[in-house]
Protein backbone atom coordinates (compact mmCIF):
# COMPACT_ATOMS: atom_id res chain seq x y z
CA UNK A 1 0.00 0.00 0.00
CA UNK A 2 0.84 3.74 -0.76
CA UNK A 3 -0.32 6.05 1.90
CA UNK A 4 0.47 9.86 1.91
CA UNK A 5 -0.49 11.57 5.02
CA UNK A 6 -0.17 15.44 5.19
CA UNK A 7 2.40 14.85 2.28
CA UNK A 8 3.64 18.22 1.06
CA UNK A 9 6.62 19.85 -0.77
CA UNK A 10 8.10 23.58 -0.42
CA UNK A 11 11.16 25.12 -2.98
CA UNK A 12 11.92 28.54 -1.47
CA UNK A 13 8.71 30.51 -2.23
CA UNK A 14 6.90 27.88 -4.33
CA UNK A 15 4.21 25.64 -2.46
CA UNK A 16 4.83 22.65 -4.85
CA UNK A 17 2.46 20.14 -3.27
CA UNK A 18 0.21 20.69 0.03
CA UNK A 19 -1.23 18.51 2.48
CA UNK A 20 -1.63 14.96 0.01
CA UNK A 21 -3.86 12.38 2.06
CA UNK A 22 -3.80 9.43 -0.34
CA UNK A 23 -4.48 6.00 -0.16
CA UNK A 24 -3.46 3.55 -3.04
CA UNK A 25 -3.99 -0.17 -2.84
CA UNK A 26 -1.54 -2.60 -3.64
CA UNK A 27 -2.74 -4.13 -7.36
CA UNK A 28 -4.25 -0.80 -7.85
CA UNK A 29 -3.41 1.30 -10.83
CA UNK A 30 -3.92 4.72 -10.05
CA UNK A 31 -3.28 8.38 -12.08
CA UNK A 32 -2.11 11.25 -11.08
CA UNK A 33 -3.86 14.19 -13.23
CA UNK A 34 -3.12 17.89 -13.39
CA UNK A 35 -2.03 20.48 -15.40
CA UNK A 36 1.66 21.08 -15.75
CA UNK A 37 3.40 22.53 -12.60
CA UNK A 38 0.72 21.07 -10.47
CA UNK A 39 2.88 18.75 -8.16
CA UNK A 40 2.91 15.68 -10.27
CA UNK A 41 6.41 14.89 -10.26
CA UNK A 42 7.45 16.17 -7.43
CA UNK A 43 4.80 14.25 -5.66
CA UNK A 44 6.73 11.23 -7.33
CA UNK A 45 9.71 12.27 -6.71
CA UNK A 46 9.14 12.24 -2.82
CA UNK A 47 7.26 8.70 -2.82
CA UNK A 48 10.45 7.22 -5.28
CA UNK A 49 12.74 8.97 -2.10
CA UNK A 50 14.20 11.04 -4.80
CA UNK A 51 13.56 14.16 -2.46
CA UNK A 52 12.40 14.84 1.23
CA UNK A 53 8.91 15.98 2.07
CA UNK A 54 8.83 19.13 3.80
CA UNK A 55 5.94 18.52 5.67
CA UNK A 56 4.30 15.06 5.73
CA UNK A 57 5.34 11.65 4.99
CA UNK A 58 4.27 8.66 3.16
CA UNK A 59 4.62 5.40 3.44
CA UNK A 60 4.96 2.79 0.95
CA UNK A 61 4.43 -1.21 2.27
CA UNK A 62 4.11 0.75 5.63
CA UNK A 63 7.82 1.88 5.67
CA UNK A 64 7.48 5.51 6.74
CA UNK A 65 9.97 7.68 3.64
CA UNK A 66 11.04 9.81 6.27
CA UNK A 67 13.38 6.52 7.92
CA UNK A 68 16.81 6.14 6.62
CA UNK A 69 16.83 2.56 6.63
CA UNK A 70 13.30 2.15 5.14
CA UNK A 71 14.49 3.70 2.06
CA UNK A 72 17.04 1.58 1.07
CA UNK A 73 14.18 -0.91 1.02
CA UNK A 74 11.51 1.49 -0.35
CA UNK A 75 14.03 1.70 -3.29
CA UNK A 76 14.56 -1.90 -3.77
CA UNK A 77 10.23 -2.48 -4.10
CA UNK A 78 9.62 0.32 -6.40
CA UNK A 79 10.46 1.26 -9.99
CA UNK A 80 10.24 4.68 -11.79
CA UNK A 81 10.29 5.85 -15.38
CA UNK A 82 11.40 9.50 -15.00
CA UNK A 83 10.07 12.53 -17.07
CA UNK A 84 13.20 12.57 -18.70
CA UNK A 85 15.09 9.00 -18.35
CA UNK A 86 18.59 9.35 -19.64
CA UNK A 87 20.03 6.08 -20.90
CA UNK A 88 23.50 4.84 -21.73
CA UNK A 89 23.12 5.30 -25.83
CA UNK A 90 26.48 4.21 -26.64
CA UNK A 91 25.02 0.38 -24.95
CA UNK A 92 22.82 -1.98 -26.29
CA UNK A 93 19.67 -2.67 -24.79
CA UNK A 94 20.43 -5.86 -22.93
CA UNK A 95 23.42 -3.82 -21.79
CA UNK A 96 21.45 -0.84 -20.29
CA UNK A 97 19.34 -3.53 -18.76
CA UNK A 98 21.88 -5.47 -17.47
CA UNK A 99 23.95 -2.45 -15.80
CA UNK A 100 20.90 -1.51 -13.67
CA UNK A 101 20.14 -4.70 -12.85
CA UNK A 102 23.38 -5.47 -11.29
CA UNK A 103 22.84 -1.95 -9.68
CA UNK A 104 19.89 -3.40 -8.04
CA UNK A 105 21.70 -6.23 -7.04
CA UNK A 106 19.88 -8.79 -8.90
CA UNK A 107 21.84 -12.66 -9.34
CA UNK A 108 22.97 -13.97 -13.26
CA UNK A 109 20.38 -15.89 -13.54
CA UNK A 110 17.60 -13.63 -12.72
CA UNK A 111 19.00 -11.03 -14.80
CA UNK A 112 19.12 -13.22 -17.88
CA UNK A 113 15.55 -14.68 -17.26
CA UNK A 114 14.19 -11.35 -16.45
CA UNK A 115 15.92 -9.22 -19.55
CA UNK A 116 14.82 -11.92 -21.82
CA UNK A 117 11.88 -11.69 -20.62
CA UNK A 118 11.28 -8.01 -20.83
CA UNK A 119 13.16 -7.33 -24.29
CA UNK A 120 11.02 -9.92 -25.49
CA UNK A 121 7.74 -8.47 -24.80
CA UNK A 122 8.66 -5.04 -25.83
CA UNK A 123 9.75 -6.38 -28.88
CA UNK A 124 13.69 -5.04 -28.65
CA UNK A 125 14.61 -8.28 -28.72
CA UNK A 126 16.25 -8.44 -32.34
CA UNK A 127 17.46 -5.23 -31.44
CA UNK A 128 18.93 -6.08 -28.25
CA UNK A 129 22.83 -5.62 -29.26
CA UNK A 130 22.12 -2.11 -31.31
CA UNK A 131 23.25 1.04 -29.38
CA UNK A 132 20.45 2.69 -27.99
CA UNK A 133 21.40 6.08 -29.06
CA UNK A 134 19.79 5.57 -32.26
CA UNK A 135 16.57 4.09 -31.48
CA UNK A 136 13.68 5.89 -32.35
CA UNK A 137 11.77 7.73 -28.92
CA UNK A 138 9.51 5.08 -28.34
CA UNK A 139 11.94 2.44 -28.51
CA UNK A 140 14.33 4.30 -25.82
CA UNK A 141 11.31 4.75 -24.25
CA UNK A 142 10.35 0.89 -24.32
CA UNK A 143 13.85 0.27 -22.89
CA UNK A 144 13.56 2.94 -20.12
CA UNK A 145 10.40 1.33 -18.48
CA UNK A 146 12.53 -2.24 -18.91
CA UNK A 147 14.85 -0.48 -16.69
CA UNK A 148 12.46 0.65 -14.32
CA UNK A 149 10.74 -3.37 -14.16
CA UNK A 150 14.49 -5.29 -14.32
CA UNK A 151 14.43 -5.57 -10.22
CA UNK A 152 10.67 -6.82 -10.53
CA UNK A 153 9.28 -4.30 -8.44
CA UNK A 154 6.16 -4.20 -6.38
CA UNK A 155 5.48 -0.39 -7.23
CA UNK A 156 6.08 1.21 -10.33
CA UNK A 157 5.48 4.72 -10.90
CA UNK A 158 5.79 6.16 -14.36
CA UNK A 159 5.98 10.16 -14.86
CA UNK A 160 4.45 10.88 -18.20
CA UNK A 161 5.42 7.79 -20.17
CA UNK A 162 3.59 8.48 -23.06
CA UNK A 163 3.85 12.51 -23.34
CA UNK A 164 7.08 12.60 -26.25
CA UNK A 165 5.13 9.45 -28.25
CA UNK A 166 3.48 9.23 -31.15
CA UNK A 167 0.46 7.80 -30.72
CA UNK A 168 1.47 4.19 -32.34
CA UNK A 169 4.42 3.65 -29.60
CA UNK A 170 2.24 5.40 -26.94
CA UNK A 171 -0.59 1.96 -27.58
CA UNK A 172 2.81 -0.38 -27.10
CA UNK A 173 3.55 1.37 -23.66
CA UNK A 174 0.04 1.94 -22.73
CA UNK A 175 -0.69 -1.85 -23.34
CA UNK A 176 2.36 -2.86 -21.72
CA UNK A 177 0.80 -1.32 -18.55
CA UNK A 178 -2.70 -2.77 -18.91
CA UNK A 179 -0.26 -6.09 -18.85
CA UNK A 180 1.76 -4.95 -15.80
CA UNK A 181 -1.68 -4.20 -14.03
CA UNK A 182 -2.89 -8.17 -14.82
CA UNK A 183 0.61 -9.29 -13.37
CA UNK A 184 -0.76 -6.93 -10.56
CA UNK A 185 2.22 -5.06 -9.67
CA UNK A 186 0.36 -1.29 -8.53
CA UNK A 187 1.23 1.37 -10.78
CA UNK A 188 1.42 4.95 -9.97
CA UNK A 189 0.71 6.94 -13.37
CA UNK A 190 1.63 10.63 -13.48
CA UNK A 191 0.07 12.30 -16.63
CA UNK A 192 -1.88 14.70 -18.69
CA UNK A 193 -3.54 12.40 -20.97
CA UNK A 194 -7.20 11.87 -20.00
CA UNK A 195 -7.87 9.10 -22.19
CA UNK A 196 -4.99 6.96 -21.32
CA UNK A 197 -5.97 7.46 -17.07
CA UNK A 198 -9.31 6.44 -17.95
CA UNK A 199 -7.98 3.61 -20.16
CA UNK A 200 -5.19 2.28 -17.69
CA UNK A 201 -6.11 2.93 -14.14
CA UNK A 202 -8.80 2.28 -11.64
CA UNK A 203 -8.81 5.74 -9.84
CA UNK A 204 -7.46 9.23 -10.96
CA UNK A 205 -6.89 11.58 -8.47
CA UNK A 206 -6.82 14.92 -9.77
CA UNK A 207 -3.87 17.29 -8.67
CA UNK A 208 -3.17 21.25 -8.63
CA UNK A 209 -0.97 21.35 -5.78
CA UNK A 210 -3.77 19.97 -3.30
CA UNK A 211 -5.44 17.10 -4.34
CA UNK A 212 -9.18 18.80 -6.24
CA UNK A 213 -10.77 14.74 -6.53
CA UNK A 214 -9.84 11.47 -6.11
CA UNK A 215 -12.11 8.38 -7.32
CA UNK A 216 -13.14 5.65 -10.22
CA UNK A 217 -13.67 7.88 -13.62
CA UNK A 218 -17.56 6.82 -12.41
CA UNK A 219 -17.59 8.17 -9.10
CA UNK A 220 -15.94 11.60 -10.21
CA UNK A 221 -18.89 11.93 -12.98
CA UNK A 222 -21.41 11.78 -10.10
CA UNK A 223 -20.02 13.82 -7.61
CA UNK A 224 -19.15 16.63 -9.91
CA UNK A 225 -22.05 15.99 -12.56
CA UNK A 226 -24.78 14.31 -10.23
CA UNK A 227 -26.12 10.99 -11.79
CA UNK A 228 -27.67 12.16 -14.63
CA UNK A 229 -30.54 9.97 -16.75
CA UNK A 230 -31.57 10.47 -20.00
CA UNK A 231 -35.34 9.57 -20.20
CA UNK A 232 -36.23 9.12 -24.02
CA UNK A 233 -40.15 9.77 -24.59
CA UNK A 234 -42.09 9.70 -27.99
CA UNK A 235 -43.19 13.32 -27.33
CA UNK A 236 -41.78 15.85 -24.06
CA UNK A 237 -44.50 18.28 -23.60
CA UNK A 238 -43.98 20.92 -21.18
CA UNK A 239 -46.14 19.59 -18.19
CA UNK A 240 -44.01 16.66 -18.12
CA UNK A 241 -40.79 18.84 -17.23
CA UNK A 242 -42.80 20.82 -14.86
CA UNK A 243 -44.16 17.34 -13.06
CA UNK A 244 -40.57 16.38 -12.91
CA UNK A 245 -39.27 19.60 -11.45
CA UNK A 246 -41.82 19.25 -8.64
CA UNK A 247 -40.48 16.03 -7.89
CA UNK A 248 -38.69 16.05 -4.29
CA UNK A 249 -35.71 14.04 -5.39
CA UNK A 250 -35.25 15.28 -8.55
CA UNK A 251 -31.91 17.93 -8.78
CA UNK A 252 -32.10 18.74 -12.23
CA UNK A 253 -34.11 17.99 -15.19
CA UNK A 254 -33.60 19.31 -19.19
CA UNK A 255 -34.67 18.91 -22.40
CA UNK A 256 -32.73 17.43 -25.36
CA UNK A 257 -35.14 16.71 -28.33
CA UNK A 258 -37.40 14.39 -27.27
CA UNK A 259 -35.31 13.22 -24.38
CA UNK A 260 -35.51 14.47 -20.54
CA UNK A 261 -32.45 14.68 -18.93
CA UNK A 262 -32.92 14.44 -15.03
CA UNK A 263 -30.73 14.70 -12.67
CA UNK A 264 -31.09 12.75 -9.08
CA UNK A 265 -28.54 11.95 -6.13
CA UNK A 266 -29.33 8.26 -5.93
CA UNK A 267 -31.00 6.88 -9.85
CA UNK A 268 -31.68 3.36 -8.55
CA UNK A 269 -33.86 5.06 -5.63
CA UNK A 270 -35.54 7.87 -7.53
CA UNK A 271 -35.85 6.69 -11.11
CA UNK A 272 -39.22 4.37 -11.00
CA UNK A 273 -41.20 6.43 -9.51
CA UNK A 274 -39.98 9.22 -12.30
CA UNK A 275 -41.25 6.54 -14.53
CA UNK A 276 -44.63 5.73 -13.48
CA UNK A 277 -44.43 9.74 -12.88
CA UNK A 278 -44.32 10.01 -16.63
CA UNK A 279 -46.30 6.95 -17.93
CA UNK A 280 -49.06 7.93 -15.41
CA UNK A 281 -49.38 11.23 -17.75
CA UNK A 282 -49.21 9.72 -20.63
CA UNK A 283 -45.83 10.16 -21.69
CA UNK A 284 -44.59 7.24 -23.91
CA UNK A 285 -41.27 6.36 -22.23
CA UNK A 286 -38.74 4.60 -25.24
CA UNK A 287 -35.79 4.20 -23.07
CA UNK A 288 -34.34 4.92 -20.43
CA UNK A 289 -29.97 5.27 -20.08
CA UNK A 290 -27.56 6.45 -17.79
CA UNK A 291 -25.45 9.40 -18.88
CA UNK A 292 -22.01 9.11 -18.94
CA UNK A 293 -19.70 11.91 -18.60
CA UNK A 294 -16.18 11.77 -20.24
CA UNK A 295 -13.40 12.31 -17.72
CA UNK A 296 -12.60 15.26 -19.76
CA UNK A 297 -15.52 17.20 -18.28
CA UNK A 298 -14.46 16.74 -15.07
CA UNK A 299 -11.12 17.20 -15.68
CA UNK A 300 -12.36 20.73 -17.20
CA UNK A 301 -14.46 21.18 -14.10
CA UNK A 302 -12.21 20.83 -11.48
CA UNK A 303 -8.59 22.43 -13.20
CA UNK A 304 -10.77 24.76 -15.45
CA UNK A 305 -12.75 26.81 -12.82
CA UNK A 306 -9.75 28.88 -11.82
N1 LIG B 1 13.76 21.57 -7.95
C1 LIG B 1 12.86 22.55 -7.93
N2 LIG B 1 13.19 23.80 -7.54
C2 LIG B 1 12.27 24.79 -7.50
N3 LIG B 1 10.99 24.63 -7.85
C3 LIG B 1 10.58 23.42 -8.27
C4 LIG B 1 11.50 22.31 -8.34
N4 LIG B 1 10.80 21.23 -8.78
C5 LIG B 1 9.54 21.64 -8.98
N5 LIG B 1 9.39 22.95 -8.68
C6 LIG B 1 8.14 23.73 -8.76
O1 LIG B 1 7.13 22.99 -8.11
C7 LIG B 1 5.90 23.09 -8.81
C8 LIG B 1 5.40 21.71 -9.20
O2 LIG B 1 6.25 21.16 -10.21
P1 LIG B 1 6.13 19.67 -10.75
O3 LIG B 1 6.07 18.75 -9.58
O4 LIG B 1 7.24 19.47 -11.71
O5 LIG B 1 4.72 19.70 -11.47
P2 LIG B 1 4.12 18.73 -12.61
O6 LIG B 1 4.97 17.51 -12.67
O7 LIG B 1 2.72 18.47 -12.19
O8 LIG B 1 4.17 19.51 -13.89
C9 LIG B 1 6.17 24.00 -9.99
O9 LIG B 1 5.77 25.30 -9.63
C10 LIG B 1 7.66 23.90 -10.18
O10 LIG B 1 8.17 25.07 -10.75
MG1 LIG C 1 5.93 16.64 -14.26
Redesign the pocket.
Known amino acids: MIETVGLGRR ?2 G ?1 V ?1 VEDLNLSIKDGEAFAFL ?1 P ?7 TVRMLCCLIAPTTGTAYINKLDLRDAESQLKIRQSIGLLPENPGLYESLGAYRNLDFFARLYGVSAKDREKRITELLKTLNLWDRREEAVGKFSKGMKQKVAIARALVHEPEYIFLDEPTAALDPEAAKTVRDFLLELKKEGRTIFL ?1 THNLDEAQRVCDRIGVLRTRLLAVGTPDELASRFFGRATLFQLREVRPEHLQALRSMPNVLDVRQEDSSLIVQVSDPKHDNPAIVSRLVAMGAEVSYVEEVKRSLEDIYLKLVGGG
Open positions: FETAGNGAGKTTN
